[in-house]
């Protein structure tokens, strides 16, 4: 089975931490994906990276940094937290090329900063 | 604009029951569009994809519409079940240039009820 693991699935955090969202898949894809979800908003797209040292932005990159070191995994990184912040963060993997494939997301990390 | 709508927002339906959920959308140039299925507290998982040529798709008791020429597509669950309460992600691929990018609906949220 297709895997995309999430290192957190709960973290509570103060105002002005820094904060790391961790994400690993096991399926050799070439594409990864952090999307934040809300109530009334659906799925945001934060960043992407197509494949490994490289990153895009999505298209609410604004207080966010990704990391991609190695092509099974893909780092979302809040410098500095804010309560605007708190949310649903989701990972995801996709392989190949265009936007023909299917997304393959992790459980999910709901952030709450305080 | 791109964008996709999805009705109805929420749906209660009894245990057995039939039910459909809409998705219009007004982007282009189409490429595909597919539906996910997100329990709650869960990343979601796709149900189908539904390419330009395709009308219908089916899932074991979901099956998927495709309209393109009025641009609606339609999420049709038989025989419902428990295990269907969840909410429902209409997600369109499309869009010109370096404006190619997912689409996502609201989603619909259904409960299914004993």
């Known amino acids: 089975d297709v895997k995309v693991t999430q290192s957190s699935r709960y973290l509570v955090k103060r105002t002005g931490e820094k904060v790391f969202l961790e994400c690993v898949q096991d399926m050799d894809h070439e594409n990864m994906f952090w999307y934040r979800q809300d109530p009334g908003l659906g799925l945001r797209l934060i960043y992407f990276s197509y494949d490994v040292k490289m990153k895009e932005k999505g298209d609410i990159p604004e207080g966010y940094s990704v990391s991609r070191e190695k092509k099974e995994r893909f780092s979302l990184i809040l410098e500095s937290a804010s309560t605007n912040q708190t949310s649903m963060y989701l990972c995801?993997?996709?392989?190949?090329?265009?936007?023909?494939?299917?997304?393959?997301f992790g459980e999910g990390s709901r952030l709450t900063v305080l | 604009k791109n964008q996709v709508e999805q009705s109805p927002q929420s749906l209660i339906i009894l245990e057995g029951k039939n039910c459909t959920l809409q998705c219009n959308y007004t982007v282009s140039p189409f490429s595909n569009l597919r539906w996910y299925k997100q329990d709650t507290g869960r990343g979601p998982v796709s149900l189908t994809i539904?390419?330009?040529s395709e009308n219908t798709k089916s899932n074991g008791r979901y099956t998927a519409t495709l309209d393109a020429d009025t641009k609606q597509s339609s999420l049709h669950i038989t025989a419902s079940q428990l295990s269907d309460s969840a909410s429902y992600i209409c997600v369109v691929s499309g869009g010109a240039g370096n404006n190619r990018k997912l689409i996502w609906g609201l989603g619909t949220s259904l409960a299914v009820n004993p």
């Open positions: 995801a993997s996709r392989p190949g090329q265009g936007l023909i494939g299917e997304l393959f």
């Open positions: 539904m390419t330009f």
